[in-house]
């Protein structure tokens, strides 16, 4: 019963902040790799950030670089992105997603990432 749960999306005005969280369930996520992808309506699924499974290396998409952060509690089997200065361009459903196997790092590229959660919605609008 693998299960990822994201949580904390909501509406947010142009350079607000968010702190989304992914808590995971059924497995433990010390041993994988755990990214955040995106996706707006009408468009192809993005890699935004992916972090390694002992958080030493971590990746971000040109468009988030020195705005989100991503971090991980192994402890607590949760992945948290927190996004600052927020862009409308930021729109989209945010799912978090786990490697498709341990210490698989994967560039943080879709066909690395097998296990999905169902997303949390992240609008931001004036």
């Known amino acids: 019963q693998l299960q990822l749960v994201e949580s904390g999306g909501g509406l947010v005005q142009p350079g607000g902040s968010l702190r989304i969280s992914c808590a995971a369930s059924?497995?433990?996520?010390?041993?994988?790799?755990i990214g955040w992808f995106r996706q707006a309506p009408g468009k192809e699924r993005e890699g935004v950030s992916c972090?390694?499974?002992?958080?030493?290396?971590?990746n971000y998409a040109d468009s988030v670089k020195g705005r989100f952060t991503i971090s991980r509690d192994n402890a607590k089997n949760t992945l948290y992105l927190q996004m600052n200065s927020l862009k409308p361009e930021d729109t989209g459903v945010y799912y978090c997603a786990v490697a498709r196997g341990r210490y698989y790092w994967g560039s943080c590229l879709l066909n690395g990432y097998d296990y999905w959660g169902q997303g949390t919605q992240v609008t931001v609008s004036s």
């Open positions: 059924g497995f433990t996520l010390d041993y994988y790799a």
């Open positions: 972090i390694s499974s002992s958080g030493g290396s971590t």
